[in-house]
């Protein structure tokens, strides 16, 4: 890439960061011109962190408190933050994934009250028996909705079927029997241990400056907290838990997933991360033969695709989607996988699907929520947006290459069947 174009990518990639007295890593990207802002406060706190210690004293948790937490983090005993944020025009949300929580707003004016509304509500837990036994029957709700969803299933009955031990197996909502032993002094003892600002960031992007960003910190006045947080996670066996499960749903027609298992990244982790989705990409991304294959012949959906697990403690990849021929599918699939680890992929080819994720990461620069959205999970796993453009820029197919001939083993792989239910 020449060098003028890479000065650019930087410059729509640069951003203002400070990291307060207490710890809190504050990250904004003022967009003169934009009227919108939008704001995301997270903690590395997800739903793999199923044991930690504090100050050596370890704490076990069900499956499905990170997931909880977020949900009662929105109440205090004066009322819940989405009426306030009614109020100001805001739209609010959150979200738990398998190793953050996130909090969220977009607004177009009212900012500093909005801020006021994320930080307050967020910093300040409020928790009672009573509000925590509603909770638990909300959430039950919810997990059986997710139970309904083909694609969420087949996801974690690939993630059984890979994994002995590590708590990606479980559903990031828990199951009813989990939940059901969260009380008020354990999401009190996971807020104390994870909801502390040294293991948080606050993410602003649009119409905002950092000063701005700044007083609405000072006026929350986030307290510092004291103490050694350990992550605590269990030994994961290289080899696959289950090579090969089926189910019925009430679904259409049939839906495949193939996982395979790979070595957690040791070293460059964002290296690895990136040349792990450009193999997704060569295997059956859009612009391939396999993806043409099983589209012209009407094989697959159009949702067909590939995807990457990179966490800390796993590392793996999923295929798949709705075919109504799974065994063939799957069939051309570990073919067209064999061919690439035997003879290379294709220089033209791997051009493409660089570009196209290049695209992608560039394209995420443009908008207010992306942009806020990047520079949190950037955060998480400890680079810049800018180091991950730049990174992807000087992967080569040699790296590329090398790193097909020891990944996507067939023996570390396992097959997973949706059938129609009768």
Known sequence: MRDDSMRAVREAAAFESTVLE????????PMPGFTGVHAVYGTKFGSIDRAFALDGKRVELPAGIAHFLEHKMFENEEGDAFTLYAKTGAGANAY?????TCYIFSASNRVDENLDILLGFVSRPYFTQATVEKEQGIIGQEIQQYDDSPDWRLMFAVNQCLYHTHPVRDDIAGSARSIAAITPELLYACADAFYRPQNMVLAVAGNVTMDAVLAACARAGLPAKTGTVERLMCAEPPTVAEPYREFTMAVAKPVLGVGFKEQPPQGDTLRIELVCDIITELVCGSMTPLYRLLYDEGLVSPGFSGELM??????????????SE????????LDEIARLRRESA??????LCKNQLYGELVQDLENVED???????SFFRGHTPADEIETLASITLSEVNAALRTMLCTDRSATVIIRPAE
């Open 22 to 29: 207490n710890g809190l890593t504050v990250r904004v990207h």
């Open 96 to 100: 738990t994934s398998f190793d953050k």
């Open 310 to 323: 990179s966490l800390p403690g796993a590392l793996s990849f999923l295929f798949g989607g709705e075919t």
């Open 326 to 333: 799974p065994e063939r599918v799957r069939g051309l699939l």
């Open 346 to 351: 294709d220089e033209e080819l791997f051009i």
């Open 371 to 377: 942009v806020a959205s990047t520079l949190a999970s």
